[in-house]
């Protein structure tokens, strides 16, 4: 089984400072990680995904995240927040794409302080 | 990339209706399609996960009788919700994932408010 845990449901920054959101899993079999962005009233977009290879992802505009197998973690991270970061962020697992469904966390909403 | 259109974007209905929620893939085959629930600033829910032409396979706790799932073709699936009731009112988001989608996996739909009264 898998499921995810999401430190802090909401998390403030300010303008051009770091972003961090956490994001830590369990897994019984090798996962498959997932960031999505989620502005009000829309669905799911993805940020970035951890399959295998390079532990280190980048995604859109401007995140990325390390996979890190020993802490069992996932965390989000852009250098410069943007008012544009404004949005609910949902960290997910899967056991393998292809037909499983996703685990998501229970959300992060990021706050851009002028 | 892979799109998937979600249709209605909002709907108000009065208790005791049913309402209807589409899910068409644009550009690929949805050889799968997930179901979810988000009840205001939570997480997704899986409500049911659907193969084509298949039943579809609810989660526990998901009236199968009340939110109805037909995937009867690689490019819709529906989601009728039947007898209304405003408990039922939420944000529903459907996601699919088949040939066309690629490394992002996933697909999601903009999603549907539904308001019951």
């Known amino acids: 089984a898998q499921s995810v845990t999401q430190l802090g449901s909401h998390v403030s920054v300010s303008e051009g400072a770091l972003v961090l959101l956490r994001c830590n899993y369990s897994?019984?079999?090798?996962?498959?990680l997932f960031w999505y962005v989620q502005y009000p009233n829309q669905g799911l977009q993805l940020l970035l995904k951890?399959?295998?290879?390079?532990?280190l992802v980048k995604g859109i505009n401007g995140f990325e995240a390390e996979f890190k197998k020993s802490e069992t973690s996932f965390h989000l991270t852009k250098p410069s927040a943007h008012m544009s970061d404004a949005a609910e962020y949902f960290c997910a697992v899967t056991p393998l794409v292809g037909n499983e469904k996703l685990t998501f966390g229970t959300g992060t909403r990021l706050t851009i302080i002028p | 990339g892979a799109v998937v259109s979600q249709h209605p974007s909002w709907v108000i209905c009065k208790s005791g209706t049913s309402v209807k929620i589409e899910c068409r893939s644009l550009d690929f085959q949805a050889t799968t399609m997930f179901w979810y629930r988000q009840f205001p600033k939570q997480s997704l829910m899986l409500m049911a996960t659907s193969n084509e032409g298949s039943k579809a396979t609810y989660e526990q706790g998901v009236e199968k009788d009340k939110f109805l799932i037909n995937h009867a073709s690689l490019t819709l699936s529906t989601l009728t919700v039947t007898s209304a009731h405003p408990e039922d009112s939420s944000f529903y988001i459907c996601s699919a994932i088949g040939q066309g989608t690629g490394m992002n996996g996933y697909t999601f739909g903009s999603g549907t408010r539904l308001t019951v009264v």
């Open positions: 951890y399959t295998t290879g390079a532990t």
């Open positions: 897994s019984s079999v090798p996962p498959y």
